[in-house]
């Protein structure tokens, strides 16, 4: 077993979303192969999830032109502020040369970027370069197409990264990297001439409670079937979609035996919205959330899920995977997903759901699951959660072994 | 029941006739044991008793009247507010952020998304009345359509219905009792329909011919342009019947298009097709979405009492009662957004507060940011108004401005100076003020004069052509900045019909006494 892993975040501010979620289910997953786990975020993650998670905090965030993270929970430096690229490099330097210090890193170590962002893989990259190989840690890369790509001067940086560490690599050392779909991964693989593994959330126990529960039942569906879209609202994820999709529904079941539940946008889109929220929410059977739920909040969401919609843009996600889908087939709930991204190939490998051609194919498919007998869909799901937490958790014992 | 707190609820005094708050009051009624009622009349400005007697509540709710929630809260009151789209949807996002220390009580979702953004504790409440049972659901064998003609002057009238729908309605009937003025004359070209015979009721002893009328009818059409409940539209949903709202809230927040309702723009929308079977299925969508929306009503209201006893856990500011306070918010209120806006910005809000108010959504911040204001630095040269370089640059309330001049372009003007400079702390001094009127007025217009909140001085403008000087003593004490307001009251209260003095302002200067 190895001294100790460094999961690291700097993405991780934002109290709600998958960056919290994400951090701590790969730090506990990470438990049998280390001594020690140190699992860190950014500075401005508020003080007491970090407490409540037992995260470290220490990188300042870098993104604040991609992202909107409240300036209270920690004033940031200035040069954090800054849309400069150099000085944004410098600063990842300086927090994770200051991490390696304070813990004295050390070739029996290891560090891991759960979903790689730039600034922060640049710097561990930059930060070894300095030291020859056999005397760094292990680094884990898992891309998920996200942050990877995020710099202040609004290019990519996915393939000035690459290049880097397609040089590291060459050097020897020790860097190991996945991908969270299957498509992501041959794409990058592709890139850098080496293998990519693929490596999405590993199984938690959050996640098989709602299974369970389905297992000791067996009755017929209960009179409402709950369609939810959960995760953070956003016009990428199909929230523009959804009027047409519940509304069809409601014309053909005025007695509302289907509901939907969903997350509003965030304040500063919604009120561009103001008028199509409206709409939605004056469909019958539609309950609008708040755009950012505690992960308590999303359990329970998940809890009274029958179906989950991702009516995702399919050019935003031609790479990405879906931790809401993740979530869903680790919970066993079946998912509608629209064709084109990546994780819809996982979707249709493990059985975990329906993958439809178009918007206006959703409805349609709703009512198929609608009436589909409950004993048929949970065999069916718990099949798919088998296959699929059989694969990610030797997916990840796999690629954490040396 | 809580046993020991006392509640005020503040009311329009227009809902003591109506009676539309009952429900809500009820409610309360059932909640909290000591619930004492004032109904304000915006236009009397009659004195609110809470407000001069000894501090006798532990909360104040204030019904629609959000105007008045700065008051108490600046008092340390714990306060809610129900504010209505219909009276506030238009007023600046300052007027949430200076109730960021209240709980809100939204019946719209547009009102909701606005408040929460600027930072306010919200509560959203989807109001449904008691549905009928589907035995008592109207019969769609023909178009039957209802219409309380309450804003003709909208456009909301039989000539509209005869655009939209023609022969397809087969009878109209028109309740005509407008919210302004008397009923309208129905044989009246404006109103004259020759596509369907119309049926006229009007207010009688009782609302029976209303309640009848709506049961024989099975399309309502929606009397108001907006609404703060829709109370109704919601009777329309609740007795089944199909309902044609204008695209606005609270009717858009209820009326999903063609799905248990039909959405109009009555200045642009054509005549449309409406089949009896989608009218049924339209408004049996309706009816049962009122079905549920009521149980969930019914289910909200644990949940809502709490949110307003939990008004009383909110930390509260400390500041001073100052009795000038209300009739300066009043005023400013009166004058228009804008003017209330900046009312707001230069008196109760301050830039500090806002920008390290973590719930106040980061674009409302950022315009907050630009559209405060600093204060003009004045020195022993003084002011002057207009476009100088040494302009009182911090302005409101004045136009057409020439090189050292400003003209008043509002009954409410302003503008704030730093003055710490060049006066000793413990002079005596005035702030002089050089204008001109331009022309004969027969109005004998009072100006009020407020420093920092506080009303100062009241002077009569002239009446004949001249050029004046209005002095203002500056408190001892007074901090260096310096917000002065300007409130014109004329003689005759025909505000909306009377004309401003024409009002020249030269400049600014601080003098020692």
């Known amino acids: ?402 | 029941m809580d046993d020991t707190m006392k509640t005020l609820f503040i009311d329009h005094k227009v809902h003591a006739k109506t009676r539309s708050s009952d429900f809500f009051l009820a409610l309360l009624r059932q909640n909290f044991k000591t619930i004492d009622v004032e109904y304000f009349d915006i236009e009397s400005q009659n004195k609110i008793k809470a407000l001069n007697g000894p501090r006798v509540y532990d909360l104040i709710i204030i019904w629609q009247l959000d105007f008045l929630a700065p008051v108490f809260i600046s008092l340390g009151y714990p306060t809610v507010v129900i504010p209505m789209y219909d009276g506030s949807a238009n007023l600046p996002f300052e007027h949430w952020m200076a109730m960021n220390n209240a709980s809100v009580i939204c019946f719209s979702r547009t009102l909701h998304e606005r408040v929460t953004a600027a930072g306010c504790r919200s509560y959203l409440v989807k109001y449904f009345l008691q549905p009928c049972k589907e035995s008592q659901l109207p019969k769609f064998d023909s178009l039957r359509g209802i219409l309380w003609m309450r804003r003709p002057q909208d456009g909301l009238n039989p000539k509209l219905i005869d655009r939209l729908l023609g022969s397809q309605i087969t009878t109209l009937h028109v309740h005509n009792a407008p919210d302004d003025g008397n009923p309208r004359l129905l044989k009246d070209p404006v109103y004259l329909v020759k596509s369907f015979p119309v049926t006229e009721s009007r207010w009688g002893v009782t609302s029976n011919d209303y309640f009848l009328a709506l049961k024989r009818a099975n399309v309502f059409f929606s009397p108001r342009m907006s609404e703060g409940i829709g109370m109704s539209m919601l009777e329309a949903f609740a007795n089944g019947l199909l309902v044609i709202a204008n695209d606005d809230a609270v009717h858009n927040e209820y009326v999903a298009n063609w799905v248990n309702g039909i959405l109009i723009r009555p200045d642009i929308t054509n005549v449309f097709e409406l089949n009896i079977q989608e009218a049924k299925d339209l408004a049996y969508n309706g009816w049962f979405g009122s079905v549920n929306g009521y149980q969930e009503w019914l289910d909200t209201r644990m949940h809502l009492i709490e949110f307003i006893k939990d008004t009383m856990l909110m930390p509260m500011t400390t500041c001073k009662a100052n009795p000038h306070f209300m009739s300066a918010i009043l005023d400013a209120y009166s004058l228009g957004a804008d003017a209330y806006g900046h009312f707001l910005r230069e008196h109760i809000l301050s830039r500090h507060s806002i920008e390290h108010n973590q719930k106040i959504a980061l674009p409302l911040r950022s315009l907050f940011h630009k559209l405060s204001c600093n204060s003009s630095v004045l020195d022993a040269e003084g002011l002057f108004f207009g476009t100088s370089p040494k302009s009182v640059a911090n302005k409101f309330g004045f136009d057409k401005f020439d090189s050292f001049t400003a003209y008043l372009s509002s009954q409410m003007a302003g503008f704030s100076v730093t003055h710490n400079e060049f006066i000793k702390t413990d002079s005596e001094i005035v702030l002089s003020i050089f204008c001109q009127l331009e022309n004969d007025d027969d109005n004998n217009w009072l100006m009020l004069i407020y420093i920092n909140q506080t009303l100062i001085t009241q002077k009569m403008l002239p009446k004949k052509k001249c050029d004046f000087t209005i002095e203002i003593p500056v408190l001892k004490g007074a901090s260096s900045r310096l917000d002065v307001l300007f409130s014109f009251i004329p003689s005759q209260l025909d505000f909306i019909n009377i004309e401003l003095p024409i009002l020249k302002f030269f400049s600014v200067h601080l003098l020692e006494i």
């Open chain 1, 1 to 402: 077993m190895r001294e100790r892993a460094f999961i690291c975040d700097p993405v991780c501010a934002l109290p709600y979303g998958h960056n919290v979620v994400g951090l701590k289910y790969f730090s506990e997953a990470s438990k049998p192969f280390y001594n020690t786990i140190i699992p860190i975020a950014s500075t401005c993650l508020p003080e007491d999830i970090a407490l409540k998670y037992g995260f470290e905090r220490g990188f300042e965030f870098y993104y604040y032109n991609h992202i909107n993270i409240d300036p209270i929970n920690k004033i940031p430096s200035a040069h954090s502020l800054s849309s400069d690229y150099d000085l944004m490099i410098e600063l990842a330097i300086q927090d994770m040369s200051t991490i390696y210090e304070k813990y004295v890193i050390s070739e029996n170590d290891a560090l891991f970027f759960p979903c790689v962002d730039y600034y922060g893989a640049m710097a561990i990259l930059e930060l070894l370069y300095r030291i020859s190989p056999p005397k760094t840690p292990f680094v884990y890369f898992r891309f998920i197409g996200v942050m990877e790509n995020a710099t202040s001067i609004g290019l990519s940086g996915l393939p000035k990264l690459l290049k880097d560490i397609k040089k590291m690599l060459a050097a020897g050392y020790k860097i190991k990297l996945c991908a969270e779909t299957p498509r992501y991964a041959d794409s990058l693989a592709s890139d850098l001439a080496t293998f990519v593994n693929v490596v999405p959330y590993p199984t938690h126990t959050d996640m098989i409670k709602k299974l369970t529960i389905i297992e000791g039942g067996g009755e017929e569906y209960k009179d409402i079937f709950t369609v939810v879209c959960p995760g953070s609202a956003r016009c990428d994820k199909g929230y523009l979609d959804l009027f047409d999709i519940f509304s069809t529904i409601r014309k053909i079941d005025p007695r509302q035996s289907i509901k939907f539940v969903v997350q509003g946008l965030p304040v500063a889109d919604s009120l561009q919205h103001t008028s199509y929220t409206n709409q939605l929410y004056a469909i019958p059977g539609v309950k609008i959330l708040h755009s950012t739920l505690s992960e308590e909040e999303m359990n329970e969401l998940y809890s009274l899920s029958d179906l989950v919609l991702l009516p995702y843009d399919t050019a935003i996600y031609a790479f990405r995977g879906s931790a809401v889908f993740m979530e869903c087939i680790s919970r066993g709930i079946p998912v509608i997903a629209l064709a084109g991204s990546a994780f819809c190939d996982q979707i249709i490998y493990y059985g975990a759901g329906s993958v439809v051609p178009e918007i206006g194919s959703f409805a349609n498919e709703i009512l198929q699951y609608r009436y589909v007998s409950k004993p048929t869909l949970i065999t069916k799901m718990y099949q798919a959660r088998h296959r699929y937490s059989i694969d990610a958790d030797y997916a990840f014992i796999q690629w954490m072994t040396p």
